[in-house]
């Protein structure tokens, strides 16, 4: 009954480094996605995927890469991370373009 | 270019109050509206709205869809201070799922 399991739930980055945020689910869901939520701005998308193999860029995709390697998993990885990717990060899924979203919950990431 | 707005940004409101919620969008190929309610942790699903003129309710709660105008609502009647919250209105299109910047409630009691 896990539904959408983001990894992990916080973490602490020094400007520079690099890190991959794994978003898993297991409803076999073809659709992911990986958003981005800053105050006052609602969720911004940054990548999504229509399948294992698949992805395309959202509305906020610039220093942020992602893989879909197998078709639970969603990775978002920060290559070389800045403050301003300071927020809070969520990952959803759904069975298909339109319908049953559903939302893991969230990872708080801070870059200092 | 594509984009879902959402007003007022925020509003206060006393229990008891009742209010209406408003989303407009301008995108192609539209699939659905949904609306969640957002309360420090991951958006809760409220509606989704796919054909216009339907109202969709769920206790004090009920949105509607007009997709000749572009744009839904959503009302809470009966304010209660759990509904004091971050409300977003989102856009299924395409295969995006693209929000708007919310609207916060607080409701006073």
């Known amino acids: 009954n896990a539904g959408v399991t983001q990894t992990p739930k916080f973490r602490v980055l020094k400007t520079g480094q690099s890190m991959t945020l794994l978003c898993a689910q297991d409803?076999?869901?073809?659709?992911m996605y990986w958003y981005r939520q800053d105050p006052g701005m609602g969720l911004r998308l940054i990548h999504y995927?229509?399948?294992?193999?698949?992805?395309a860029k959202g509305e906020v995709p610039d220093g942020y890469n992602v893989s879909r390697l197998k078709k639970q998993n969603f990775l978002l990885g920060l290559e070389s991370a800045a403050p301003s990717q300071t927020s809070v990060y969520f990952c959803a899924s759904s069975i298909q373009a339109g319908y049953g979203y559903t939302f893991g919950s969230g990872t708080r990431l801070t870059v200092v | 270019e594509d984009k879902v707005v959402q007003s007022p940004l925020s509003l206060v409101v006393h229990e008891g109050d009742t209010v209406t919620l408003n989303c407009s969008y301008e995108?192609?190929?539209?699939?659905?509206l949904l609306w969640y309610k957002q309360e420090k942790k991951a958006p809760t699903f409220l509606f989704m709205l796919t054909s216009s003129g339907i109202e969709k309710k769920s206790g004090r709660l009920s949105s509607i869809l007009d997709k000749k105008e572009l744009f839904s609502i959503l009302n809470i009647t009966a304010t209660q201070t759990g509904d004091s919250a971050v409300y977003l209105c989102?856009?299924?299109?395409?295969?995006?799922?693209?929000f708007g910047a919310g609207t916060i409630l607080r409701v006073k009691s």
């Open positions: 409803m076999n869901h073809e659709y």
């Open positions: 989102a856009v299924g299109y395409g295969n995006k799922l693209v």
């Open positions: 995927s229509v399948g294992e193999g698949t992805t």
């Open positions: 995108v192609t190929n539209f699939r659905s």
